[in-house]
Structures are given as C-alpha cells and as structure tokens.
C-alpha cells in the first residue's frame, strides 16, 4: 500500500505506507492543529474506478482549515492527490460487490511550536484502505441517547472534522458498544432537547411523507452524503426539512436512517433514552431503503449519475 504525502501541498509524492516524522512540539501533538477527510473509491463492474464527489471534501477540509488557522489545498491538488493514491494503489480497490477503498485525507500543523499558536508547517497526506461495510453488514443499527456528555457546543468545532471532535465522543461510544449498542446518539449541549448527530453519522427522522435532520449551524458535521440524500429525497417528492429535531419528536418517528460515508444510508432499528426502547420501522418499503437504492445506485454505476457526482479515477 502507498500513500501520498506533500509538505508543500504541490510537491507531493508516493511513499510505502509507514511511520512518518513529526516534530514533538508538532501543531497536531500539541494544540489538536489537525483535520481528517473520509471518501471512497468504488470500482464498477467495467472495472472503472470512481470516486463520490470529493471536491465536497476539499472544501469542506478548507473551511475547517480557516476555522484552525491552517494553509489548506487548493481542491484541484486534493482531488488530485486522491487519485493519485487511489491509482497507485489500484490492485487494492475491490470488485464492486465486496466494497471499495477508503481514503482517508489528512491535514495536520507538523512543525513545531512550543507557545501557542499555529504551526510554521504543515502536511498534507492521504492514505487507503480496501473495506467492507462499517458496521458488518449489520441491516440496522440500535443507538443509545448518550445522556450526559455532548459531541460539541454552539461556536465550537462541531461543524469541521477536526480530529480533536474525536477524542471526546470515544467514552460514550466504548460504553454504548459495551451495552450491545451499534451506536452514541448525541443531543444538543444547549438544551439537551435536540439530536444532534452520532459519532459518525447525520440523522434523519420520517414522519408520514416528510423528513427532517438537524440544520448544519455548527454543531454538526455538514455530511456530504446528508446533504446528497436531501438532495435525492427532494426529488422523490419527499418534504425534506432542515430544522432542530427534538428528541421527543423521533422517538414518535415512523422510521429513522443515519447517513456517512461508512454506514452510507442505514435504517436505525431502535433508540433508547433514558431506558425506555423505540423500535422502528426496518424492513421492506422504507424510505431508508428508496433512497439507499438510489445513492448506491450512482455510486456503483448501476443508475445513470444525472448529478455529476461521480469523478472517474482511470
Ligand atoms: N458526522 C460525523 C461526526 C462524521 O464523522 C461523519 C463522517 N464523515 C458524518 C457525520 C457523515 O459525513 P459524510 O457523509 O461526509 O461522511
């Protein structure tokens, strides 16, 4: 396995995956100074490789690069060095049917800086992994409502996928994963009357004809396949609304899906709050699966890509 690694963002290269150097007084060891990204390639059944939409997570790398004071690249050189790490790993992209390869972009202040402030340098790598689905091929997942600690605050990093978002939601989901849970749901640190999102993935809640997940003002990850469900179920004739979902309020939900990149679209089979068990809605003619169809469809070349997501890697 290779993985590309640029100081200077244009003057990358392919290295052997491994260790790399990093100054102890590094931005990222010292002050959390880093950003990762999350994509795949997927390979058709031609044998074409594409990926899904990833000038999304240039940007949204950029806009998290300004919120922690860092360069970032430009989104021609992260696309760019994406492709280049998918083809030099080629060999490693499975056959559609058994998954795709995971990239995993990140930004990080490398040089050192012992007062704080931001690092005088920066890299820029990307490394990959062929993978199967996240959660083993589970068709729905159990979330528990984490009760006491919040994922992140108004004003906050909730919004950027900055590494040090990470650390912090790890407690509640070792606890949740060790009660049989698939995963943390967490709720608005303000009032505690709201969802938030999991530790990994966006929420939706439907009701009748209509569906609704929290708006992305900061304390959420502005999910990229989110924001492409929304954009599918809008033209499924769907009422998509953005707005605060009080927990309350999907926990009377007919049925309820999380999206990312790992779990993709995934029904949730039950929620549990403060001991009392919601189950929904999982199988056969969900609005989870219309639209799982759907987006997997695009992304594995079976439904014609009339959204111009897709970016041909060879
Ligand atoms: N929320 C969080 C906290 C995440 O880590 C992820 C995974 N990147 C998502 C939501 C989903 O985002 P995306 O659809 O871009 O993978």
Redesign the pocket.
Known sequence: MKCSIGEKFSQGSLIPYGNIELSPCSGILNYGQGLF???KAYRKEDGRILLFRPE??AL?MKAGAERLCMPSPSIEQFVGAVKQTVLANERWVPPFEKGSMYLRPLLMGSGPSLGLGPAPEYTFLIYASPVGSYHKGQRSLNLVVEEKQH?ASSGGT?GI?TVA??SP?LNALSRAKAQGFSEVLFLDAATGKYID??????IFSVKGNSISTPPTHGT?????????IIEIAGTLGYQVEERPVAIDELLDADEAF??????VVTSIGSVTHQGRRIDYKTQADTVCQKLHEILTGIQMGRLADTKGWMVEVN
Do not use: D, F, M, W
């Not at 959420?220 to 492409?228: A, Q, V």
């Open positions: 990204e999350g994509l999304q997570n949204r994922r909730g996928k978002n990470y939601v999102e999991a530790s990994a993935c966006n959420i990850l502005p999910g990229i396949t989110r924001k492409s999380c999206t990312g990149t790992a779990v």
